[in-house]
């Protein structure tokens, strides 16, 4: 299985020739995971319609879910306006991450702590400068 070389010119792959994949849920809009795509796994993404991905630390292609049941139905794949990025919208069934959680993100660390200013305000340090 080969990717569309139109597809594959408009990517922007890191040196080991992967595509970071943002995948979100379809419905809610929640950021589920991060995974990594090559073309081999991004065309078996596009043409059976379930998220295919390149597992760095095992070094294999692994389809969501095949082990354990939590299985990703792709409704749509979108490249960022570089090139370097994709967004997979899914349908998801179960957990999305390893460790049961519905995001991988659900029980993160906090590097900064939630903001209570508006989005396009400006603070008064801001608004000094």
């Not at 139109?6 to 995974?35: C, F, G, H, Y």
Request: aromatic share 4%.
């Amino acid at each position: 299985m080969s990717l569309d070389p139109a597809v594959a010119a408009r990517l922007k792959r890191n040196p080991d020739q992967l595509v970071p994949a943002i995948v979100q849920d379809a419905t809610s809009r929640e950021v589920l995971m991060l995974a990594w795509m090559d073309d081999e796994a991004l065309a078996r993404t596009l043409s059976s319609r379930r998220g295919t991905y390149w597992s760095r630390s095992r070094r294999e292609y692994w389809v969501k879910g095949e082990t354990s049941g939590h299985t990703q139905h792709v409704r749509q794949v979108s490249l960022d306006c570089d090139g370097d990025t994709l967004l997979v919208l899914v349908d998801q069934t179960g957990p999305a991450c390893h460790t049961g959680t519905t995001s991988c993100f659900t029980d993160r660390a906090l590097l900064t702590e939630p903001s209570s200013v508006e989005p396009g305000a400006t603070t008064q340090t801001e608004e000094s400068r």
